[in-house]
């Protein structure tokens, strides 16, 4: 798996897809319709100077914490894929932007993040982003692997 | 397992006394010495009535969603009383009042709970309150007999 994109249109493949998908799915008024896949995910993308700069004295803002989710939904969306289970992805991240993240499939935790510092969320490139959502997916894929019958128990 | 109090000195046993351990270990400046393990358990108690008058068209207030909190922090610490793994309290609870909390330890989920109009978090009685937290107790520690080995997954 890479994380491609083509620079004639803007498109991506791979979980960069996955995320853009999520970011579609939750724009319910159709305000991202004139942005490509890639321009959409840019703000996803920050420099180590970038992150610096970023203040973590201020509580977390409310359009990064939905990056924050759209990316562990993504992750989730795209191990529903690959395993055929129903994933839920439940993000407790307090003001100060820090918290934790689980992603359960039936009675399987089939990721869990600590989150520090939240508000500077970012990934040094596209490619890395794409690297780390691919990372959690195929680790989570081997989880549904190993425990079937907990991650099937949908009591 | 009853959930009795004495009314003789307002301590309480059981579950009960798990959430009020909980709470005077939230308590950093002993602002709760004073008051009685019945007494700090009384916001816990709403009337059928009482709930009725809380709107939930408002935001939810921190205090409540801190209460929601203890309580399922008080399950996490009976179930790793009761079964000896260590246990990790998630909530993912929205400014409308609704959401999800998990509890897992491993690799397993030992509960997972949707939250509605959290804002009227409450329980008709303290026995009521005791015999939830009970209940979800011994579930917890069903699941974690039936998963032993991804209850013990620490990777």
């Known amino acids: 798996m890479t994380a491609s994109t083509s620079a ?10 996955d995320l853009a998908d999520q970011l579609r799915a939750g724009d319910t008024y159709g305000k991202l319709d004139k942005f490509s896949d890639e321009a959409m995910l840019a703000p996803f993308v920050l420099t180590k100077e970038q992150r610096r700069q970023i203040s973590v ?5 409310a359009v990064i914490e939905a990056r924050v ?4 939904q ?6 529903e ?5 129903e994933t839920t992805t439940v993000l407790d991240l307090n003001h100060e932007g820090f918290g934790r993240v689980v992603i359960f499939a039936g009675r399987l935790v089939v990721l869990s ?16 982003l794409a690297a780390r959502g691919e990372a959690f997916v195929t680790a989570a894929a081997k989880y549904v692997d190993q ?4 991650a099937r128990d949908d009591s």
Do not use: H, W
Request: proline share 0%; hydrophobic share 45%; with cysteine.
């Open 8 to 17: 004639a249109n803007g498109k991506v493949e791979g979980f960069l897809k």
């Open 74 to 79: 993504a992750v989730a969306a795209a191990v």
């Open 69 to 72: 989710r759209s990316f562990y």
């Open 81 to 85: 894929k690959a395993t055929r289970v």
């Open 113 to 128: 993040d600590v989150l520090r510092d939240a508000q500077r969320f970012g990934f040094n490139s596209l490619e890395d």
């Open 57 to 61: 004295a201020c509580d977390i803002d």
């Open 147 to 150: 425990y079937r019958e907990a």
